[in-house]
């Protein structure tokens, strides 16, 4: 069931490849004339108009948060190249009716890849717009066929010694895990990731496949995925074994609940430059029209 | 001649004022890869964190003058304010980072202050730095005499909430950090001085 949610962000003027003047790029022109120089580059016209556009190809894939590489912003973009993506499989198994190894391209060949751009809201309080390329999580369930007594969804990230160099240090317990309940995994705004602005999803970003779940923090997003399983029981997620009083399992994008340590009501929107300040988040990264609903007489305090 | 000798000749030949001049190029630099976009994507992050480790190395060195004597000869003793200083600044400039371009926002900042550890912990220490930063020249080692030496073991405490700052706003369970403290730690212990045997009157 592809094509079940529509963008409501504009990808008009974000196509690296444009040749013409963009709106950035006559701001920053209008700004230079006005001898102030392209001070913070130009994506500051983001920040002043608080429009929503996607962020550039280098912003997305030169900051990541992927601890199998590194826990340095850049070390994934570094080292990630040392991860084998083809071939690759995932295994689907648990509560299903057609449980197996499947294939990338076996994958591939039965789903409808459609463009998605999302806030991705990260939990060190920064965000992005990016714009994906998958389909729903929803459709490859589908093609599994899940049993009723399903009630959640587990995942688990690659985990190569030889490949990722981050992991021979335990910043958390290796393989990365994370995991949602049945109807979150089915909302039509859940997708499996495989590119970005078009191509390719780079390495560094979570290729071959990754989840993206918009209204959550991002690690819930879990990248190069091998494994997938349908449970009964809440799986154990990756941050929640690290450190439960900080990270939950819903872990849902959420001003009013701060992390112990900092603050979730600002976040610092990547590419505005040194000057553009914070911008309010907002709940459920501004997605609640859509998944409100899931957690409706939930505590959000206790369950966050 | 020893090695240690022509090391020292040749730092007794540096006026230690350069080490200002020469502190403060990487503040300035840092700032201005900040402004013309060349930080990375998240350059205000970036600032921040290198000012604040900037500072902690500067922090370190400082406690390195003395064991440094004590085993190797090496002796830099002439520089300890500048560098004391010089850290003190760059605990400055990574407030003025966090204060100016990364919070933004009174209630805000306030609110950290209080109900984050990692933050309380940090403000704390730098707090212990201002007294040091203001009594960091000659006519206030003269006018406090003793006392100067006692206020400026104060040094120990503010290093310590610096190195426990920075372990605690790690996520997962990390290297660095923990590096920092551990030489920290070490550091402070080489200042333990073990009762000693009564000596024969």
């Known amino acids: 069931m592809a094509y079940r949610w529509t963008n409501d962000l504009s990808r008009e003027d974000a196509t690296p490849e444009r040749a013409f003047l963009n709106r950035r790029q006559i701001m920053a022109a209008a700004a230079a004339a006005a001898g102030l120089g392209a001070i913070g ?31 340095g912003k850049s070390d994934p973009a570094q080292y990630a190249d040392a991860l084998t993506t083809s071939p690759w499989s995932v295994t689907i198994d648990g509560l299903v009716d057609r449980p197996g190894e499947y294939s990338f391209d076996d994958i591939m060949s039965k789903m409808t890849t459609e463009e998605r751009i999302y806030r991705f809201r990260c939990v060190e309080a920064w965000s992005m717009v990016i714009p994906w390329n998958g389909f729903e999580l929803a459709d490859l369930l589908d ?33 990365y895990v994370e995991g949602l309940r049945l109807d979150e995994a089915m909302h039509p705004l859940t997708i499996i990731a495989t590119g970005i602005y078009g191509r390719d999803i780079p ?70 430059g040194i000057f553009a300040g914070r911008k309010e988040t907002l709940m459920f990264n501004g997605y609640g029209d859509d998944v409100a609903a899931l957690y409706e007489g939930m505590d959000l305090n206790k369950y966050y | 001649m020893s090695l240690v000798d022509s090391i020292n000749r040749t730092t007794r030949r540096i006026p230690p004022w350069t080490l200002y001049i020469v502190g403060v190029i990487p503040a300035a630099w840092y700032f201005y890869l900040g402004v013309v976009g060349r930080l990375g994507v998240d350059p205000v992050k970036e600032l921040e964190h290198s000012y604040g480790e900037l500072a902690l190395q500067l922090l370190i060195a400082g406690l390195c003058v003395t064991p440094l004597r004590r085993f190797t000869g090496i002796a830099l003793i002439r520089f300890r304010r500048q560098i004391g200083l010089l850290a003190f600044f760059y605990v400055f400039c990574h407030l003025l980072v966090w204060l100016f371009l990364d919070v933004q926002i009174l209630g805000q900042i306030w609110a950290d202050i209080l109900k984050r550890p990692y933050i309380t912990i940090g403000m704390a220490g730098f707090v212990c730095l201002i007294p040091l930063a203001v009594t960091s020249n000659n006519f206030s080692v003269r006018k406090l005499g003793r006392r100067w030496r006692t206020l400026h073991k104060l040094t120990y405490l503010a290093v310590l909430l610096g190195a426990i700052h920075f372990v605690l706003l790690a996520k997962g369970f990390q290297l660095e950090p923990l590096l920092y403290l551990g030489a920290i730690l070490v550091l402070l212990g080489l200042r333990i001085r073990l009762p000693r045997r009564a000596q024969p009157a």
């Open chain 1, 203 to 272: 390495n560094q970003n979570g290729a071959p496949l990754r989840l993206v779940v918009p209204w959550k923090y991002g690690f819930k997003s879990i990248k190069s995925i091998v494994r997938i399983s349908l449970v009964e029981d809440q799986p154990p997620t990756s941050w929640n074994k690290a450190n439960a009083r900080e990270y939950g399992f819903y872990s849902n994008v959420n001003p009013e609940v701060d992390h112990p340590r900092w603050s979730q009501a600002t976040e610092r929107p990547i590419g505005g």
């Open chain 1, 41 to 71: 580059g130009p994506r500051g016209a983001r920040a002043a108009t608080g429009e929503l556009d996607p962020n550039e190809w280098d912003e997305i894939t030169t900051y990541n948060n992927y601890y199998e590489f590194g826990t």
């Open chain 1, 143 to 175: 093609m599994v066929g899940v049993k009723s007594s399903a009630k959640y969804v587990a995942f688990e990230t690659a985990l190569r010694p030889d490949e990722m160099r981050g992991v021979s240090f335990p910043v958390l317990d290796w393989p």
